[in-house]
T-cell receptor, first 116, second 113 residues
Framework: AQKITQTQPGMFVQEKEAVTLDCTYD???????LFWYKQPSSGEMIFLIY??????QNATEGRYSLNFQKARKSANLVISASQLGDSAMYFC?????????????FGAGTILRVKS | EAGVTQSPTHLIKTRGQQATLRCSPI?????VYWYQQALGLGLQFLLW???????NRGNFPPRFSGRQFPNYSSELNVNALELEDSALYLC????????????FGPGTRLTVT
């Protein structure tokens, strides 16, 4: 089974509107972390936001928020007030417990295009 | 604070040759990770080094190897290059045991002809 599933290969959003990028995950480890990264066409992976499995509140970082629904094993990224510079590939990733070696497992990504 | 740096930016090799990719982590970070992003295969974990030791390895053949130096910088070596090794190789660093965030460098694009 896929550890990280991103079901939206591509998304369009109008500038200044909010957009939600979906991510579901699969793990039996009670201790895990969920990440979102942005990859512009330049290739660099930019860390956006982190949510720990024991965190009680949803993570927020500026215009980014993570809608964490633990029972549903989903960790959707919400970008508010989209900007043209938000156009990029977005990856959801998971890090499981230390016995899994601290590696990040990535989803297939979602390409976001912001329209003016 | 300087971010993760990688060199070279681009590398072109022929099949059968060896490639060496370099990574310098963020100051204070002791863990270095290598990932391969090949077209159509997504991002796949290659190696994790911490305090000079290989801590974990992804599902890659032994011709992918590396090391971490006392200053925590790292080198990824790919021997006997194959065409399918063409990919973007991303290095990331983190604080081991304290911070879960992995910060990535700009990557090295390896092309094997």
């Amino acid at each position: 089974a896929q550890k990280i599933t991103q079901t939206q290969p591509g998304m369009f959003v109008q500038e200044k509107e909010a957009v939600t990028l979906d991510c579901t995950y699969d793990t039996s480890d009670p201790s895990y972390g969920l990440f979102w990264y942005k990859q512009p066409s330049s290739g660099e992976m930019i860390f956006l936001i982190y949510q720990g499995s024991y965190d009680q509140q949803n993570a927020t970082e500026g215009r980014y928020s993570l809608n964490f629904q633990k029972a549903r094993k989903s960790a959707n990224l919400v970008i508010s007030a989209s900007q043209l510079g938000d156009s990029a590939m977005y990856f959801c990733a998971m890090r499981e417990g230390k016995e899994y070696g601290n590696k990040l497992v990535f989803g297939a990504g979602t390409i976001l295009r912001v329209k003016s | 604070e300087a971010g993760v740096t990688q060199s070279p930016t681009h590398l072109i090799k022929t099949r059968g040759q060896q490639a060496t990719l370099r990574c310098s982590p963020i100051s204070g970070h002791t863990s270095v990770y290598w990932y391969q992003q090949a077209l159509g295969l997504g991002l796949q974990f290659l190696l994790w080094y911490d305090e000079g030791e290989e801590r974990n390895r992804g599902n890659f053949p032994p011709r992918f190897s590396g090391r971490q130096f006392p200053n925590y910088s790292s080198e990824l070596n790919v021997n006997a290059l194959e065409l399918e090794d063409s990919a973007l190789y991303l290095c990331a660093s983190s604080l081991y045991g304290q911070s879960y965030e992995q910060y990535f460098g700009p990557g090295t694009r390896l092309t094997v002809t």
